[in-house]
Protein backbone atom coordinates (compact mmCIF):
# COMPACT_ATOMS: atom_id res chain seq x y z
CA UNK A 1 0.00 0.00 0.00
CA UNK A 2 1.25 3.55 -0.73
CA UNK A 3 1.49 5.47 2.35
CA UNK A 4 1.21 8.97 -0.03
CA UNK A 5 -2.15 8.07 -1.08
CA UNK A 6 -5.05 9.89 1.09
CA UNK A 7 -7.40 7.00 1.65
CA UNK A 8 -9.85 6.38 4.05
CA UNK A 9 -9.92 2.77 3.61
CA UNK A 10 -7.58 -0.08 1.50
CA UNK A 11 -8.64 -3.47 0.46
CA UNK A 12 -6.54 -6.43 -0.67
CA UNK A 13 -7.32 -7.18 -4.13
CA UNK A 14 -5.75 -9.66 -7.06
CA UNK A 15 -6.66 -11.33 -9.56
CA UNK A 16 -7.44 -14.75 -10.13
CA UNK A 17 -4.88 -15.94 -12.69
CA UNK A 18 -6.87 -18.53 -14.68
CA UNK A 19 -10.23 -16.33 -15.37
CA UNK A 20 -9.10 -12.62 -14.37
CA UNK A 21 -11.66 -12.34 -11.84
CA UNK A 22 -11.33 -9.98 -9.05
CA UNK A 23 -10.76 -10.96 -6.09
CA UNK A 24 -10.46 -9.98 -2.10
CA UNK A 25 -8.64 -10.58 0.95
CA UNK A 26 -10.90 -11.74 3.56
CA UNK A 27 -10.90 -11.43 6.87
CA UNK A 28 -10.49 -14.67 7.61
CA UNK A 29 -7.16 -14.91 5.44
CA UNK A 30 -8.90 -16.21 2.39
CA UNK A 31 -10.25 -14.96 -0.66
CA UNK A 32 -14.05 -14.13 -2.24
CA UNK A 33 -15.15 -12.36 -5.39
CA UNK A 34 -17.63 -11.04 -3.28
CA UNK A 35 -16.82 -6.98 -1.97
CA UNK A 36 -18.90 -7.31 0.84
CA UNK A 37 -16.53 -10.21 2.21
CA UNK A 38 -13.51 -7.98 1.83
CA UNK A 39 -11.44 -7.34 4.70
CA UNK A 40 -11.28 -3.60 5.17
CA UNK A 41 -7.95 -2.20 6.54
CA UNK A 42 -7.99 1.70 7.56
CA UNK A 43 -4.22 2.32 8.41
CA UNK A 44 -0.89 1.65 6.19
CA UNK A 45 0.06 -0.98 8.90
CA UNK A 46 -2.75 -3.04 8.84
CA UNK A 47 -2.70 -3.08 5.32
CA UNK A 48 0.58 -4.44 5.32
CA UNK A 49 0.12 -6.97 7.76
CA UNK A 50 -2.82 -8.22 5.19
CA UNK A 51 -0.61 -8.35 2.30
CA UNK A 52 1.94 -10.10 4.53
CA UNK A 53 -1.01 -12.87 5.21
CA UNK A 54 -1.26 -13.28 1.66
Partial sequence: M???VANDEDDGTANRTW???VVYRTAKQGW???????AVVSTS????????EA
Avoid at 32 to 38: H, R, V, W
Fill in 2 to 4: RDD
Fill in 19 to 21: DGA
Fill in 32 to 38: STELAYS
Fill in 45 to 52: DDARALLA
